[in-house]
């Protein structure tokens, strides 16, 4: 189902890809392993981004809170944005319209 938004789809997930990239740990969503990680090319990387910043988006319509590696993801439909708590002190966030 996704979350309500009015911006494309394709921004919205740009940024999302962008915002999942800044949690340094973000692969143990897949259940991988640093070494697995870091054996991936940045291309590859990439790859493994967007695929979580896609499931994000769809799983955020039903679950709003989802941890991932160090850092939460919570969709904030009052305001139309998905924000990340990365960390203990940072924070970002991708705005739906």
């Known amino acids: 189902m996704g979350v309500k938004h009015g911006r494309d789809y394709e921004y919205i997930l ?3 890809t962008k915002a999942v990239g800044r949690i340094s740990d973000s692969y143990i969503f ?5 070494s697995e990680w870091e054996a991936l090319s940045e291309e590859e ?3 493994v ?3 979580l910043a ?3 988006f769809f ?5 709003p809170v989802i941890s991932v590696g160090s850092g939460v993801v919570i969709y904030d439909a009052d305001n139309h944005r998905i924000n990340f708590l ?3 002190e940072e924070l970002d966030f991708v705005t739906l319209i």
């Not at 897949?30 to 640093?34: I, N, R, T």
């Not at 799983?59 to 679950?63: D, E, F, M, P, W």
């Open 14 to 16: 740009a940024d999302l």
């Open 30 to 34: 897949f259940e991988m392993e640093s």
């Open 45 to 47: 990387r990439l790859e």
């Open 49 to 51: 981004q967007e695929a």
């Open 54 to 56: 896609e499931d994000l």
């Open 59 to 63: 799983a955020l319509g039903t679950v």
């Open 86 to 88: 990365i960390g203990e």
